[in-house]
């Protein structure tokens, strides 16, 4: 009996041993790691498909997709480097030196068609005692059907996605065509509470509207111009301030 007795708390102390280890190696792990963590929206039609390093499938009728890295954990000295192919033939690379706690878009890439692509990312550390993690992806891009996306469906969308601060979704709305980075994009809007959009008009692909913007101070801006609309993204603003 006191062999019994023994040789199972033996077998406690093993599988505690190695819980333990497997906690502190995880932990280790996300102390110094770049891994992708960014708010996304898995897209199933005409939303696009903003991929970080956990979501591994998404389909879209959007031609363009990104890549989204969060930094996080101990790694103000660390340089990462990634490097992202997108099944096409098409690859990107870019490196984060330093980064702080923030998200990050690392690529976006347009497809010239419809099929199904597998995008590659390898993520290498250049400087310090960091860990990258490498991931696989796979983006379908659908064909559209008829007239699912107006022109004033996607401004809506467009300034619904601001106020909610859902500044990816805004950017791939037509964020990317303002001629500023994403970062300088969402920097725009940091003393925004609330816009307040009215549609006057819609001439084929080309919407008219007028934009109350209320400052985190206060203060009101009005803006009034023209979004120009192509395939559920804004292509070009012609939108000034007027009161």
């Known amino acids: 009996m006191k062999r019994l007795i023994a040789r199972t708390r033996s077998l406690l102390l093993v599988v505690a ?37 956990s979501l591994e499938t998404c389909q879209s009728t959007d031609h363009t997709v990104a890549y989204y890295n969060t930094a996080h954990g101990n790694i103000s000295h660390c340089t990462f480097v990634f490097d992202v192919t997108w099944g096409d033939g098409g690859g990107a690379a ?14 976006e890439h347009t497809y010239a068609g419809p099929g199904v692509y597998t995008i590659r990312v390898t993520v290498q550390v250049t400087a310090g005692t960091c860990t990258g993690i490498n991931s696989v992806h796979i983006f379908t ?19 619904a996605a601001i106020n909610a601060h859902d500044y990816a979704r ?10 500023e980075s994403y970062r300088s994009f969402v920097s725009g809007f940091s003393t925004t ?20 913007s209320r400052q985190t101070d206060g203060a ?15 292509i ?3 939108v000034h301030q007027v009161g």
Not at 46 to 53: E, G, H, L, W, Y
Not at 142 to 149: D, G, H, M, N, V
Not at 220 to 234: A, E, K
Request: glycine share 6%; aromatic share 8%.
């Open 170 to 179: 805004a950017w791939r709305l037509g964020g990317r065509n303002t001629g």
């Open 17 to 53: 041993l190695t819980v333990i280890a497997a906690m502190c190696t995880v932990s280790t792990a996300n102390a110094a790691s770049s891994a992708s963590a960014v708010p996304h929206d898995p897209a199933g039609s005409s939303q696009p498909c903003n991929f970080v390093q």
């Open 220 to 234: 009101v801006h009005t803006y009034q111009g023209t979004y120009t609309v192509d395939s559920g993204v804004i």
């Open 236 to 238: 070009a603003f012609d």
């Open 94 to 107: 870019e490196s984060l030196t330093d980064p702080t706690d923030n998200q990050y878009l690392i690529a």
């Open 141 to 159: 891009l659908l064909k559209p059907s008829p007239a699912t996306y107006g022109p004033a469906t996607t401004v809506r969308a467009y300034v």
């Open 193 to 212: 509470a609330w816009d307040t959009l009215t549609i006057v008009s819609v001439s084929g692909d080309v919407v008219t509207a007028r934009l109350t």
